[in-house]
């Protein structure tokens, strides 16, 4: 079954970095693609980054791509179970429960995920 880990989520002030980890198992993630979402209080899940076991590639996306460009940064372990999100000059608006999510390889990125884990809480204060 597969099982997706999240850590590294915290509380740290505005202008901090956080590194948060998504540990995979139970399946075959050498292909898969692996994403981050968020979703703060009251608000809708917003896709934040993913990325793509097979080559590397990465995609921040359209709306996403404003609110984290230049500071968040998805990237993938050398073990190809873990996948990381750094994120640097967090701010408060930035708070959110960060959620990881893989799917089997096919479209990239996927329109839908297949796979969640359980969040890690990230919360920026002023």
């Known amino acids: 079954q597969v099982q997706l880990v999240e850590s590294g989520g915290g509380l740290v002030q505005a202008g901090g970095s956080l590194r948060l980890s998504c540990a995979a198992s139970?399946?075959?993630?050498?292909?898969?693609?692996m994403g981050w979402f968020r979703q703060a209080p009251g608000q809708e899940r917003e896709f934040v980054a993913a990325?793509?076991?097979?080559?590397?590639?990465?995609?921040?996306?359209?709306s996403s791509a404003d609110s984290v460009k230049g500071r968040f940064t998805i990237s993938r372990g050398h073990a190809k179970n873990t996948v990381y999100l750094h994120m640097n000059s967090l701010k408060p608006e930035d708070t959110a429960v960060y959620y990881c999510?893989?799917?089997?390889?096919?479209?990239?990125?996927?329109?839908?995920?297949?796979?969640w884990g359980q969040g890690t809480q990230v919360t920026v204060s002023r």
């Open positions: 999510a893989a799917d089997p390889p096919g479209r990239f990125p996927p329109v839908t995920y297949g796979y």
């Open positions: 139970g399946g075959m993630f050498s292909n898969y693609v």
């Open positions: 990325i793509s076991w097979i080559d590397g590639s990465t995609y921040y996306g359209d």
